[in-house]
């Protein structure tokens, strides 16, 4: 299900810097590479869609205006080419879930998009994914049809 979070009345929250923000304008050949080999512990976490990633599909996206964070205990993207900046593609490492480290990724780029001057952002939160689905005790979504 897609949701649109309304960030009008969103107060930026506190949260923990991570190992990586990188846009493509302000990174290297080198850098990109060191995030490339990072993604590779991640592999199981892409499932059978693993093979589509490489280094030539990342540094894509970052320069078709996405933005990347890794973490080391994740990562996440914001698709900036959407109605609403689109928060995707969340994935927190087994071992380190269940401690709010999947919801400080959604506020963290939430932070992002407001202080970019944006009022809205859109996320998917799929029905079975309950951790997911905690962050919606904030009462700032509301159902999407299209993004």
Partial sequence: MYYKIDLSNYESR???KYQ???N???ISSEQIQVISEELDNFKDSFGKDWQEWDLKDLR????DNWTFYLTECGW?????NKKYPYLCNRYIMPEYRNKGLGSDLVWLRCNEIKQQGYNYA????ED???PALS???ENIFTELTEI
């Avoid at 859109?122 to 939160?125: D, G, P, Q, R, T």
């Fill in 20 to 22: 990586e923000f990188t």
């Fill in 60 to 63: 894509s996206r970052l320069k």
């Fill in 128 to 130: 079975w994914n309950k």
């Fill in 122 to 125: 859109s996320i998917k939160l």
């Fill in 135 to 137: 962050v919606m005790k």
């Fill in 76 to 80: 996440a993207f914001i698709d900036w």
């Fill in 14 to 16: 506190e949260v923990q």
């Fill in 24 to 26: 493509y304008n302000d």
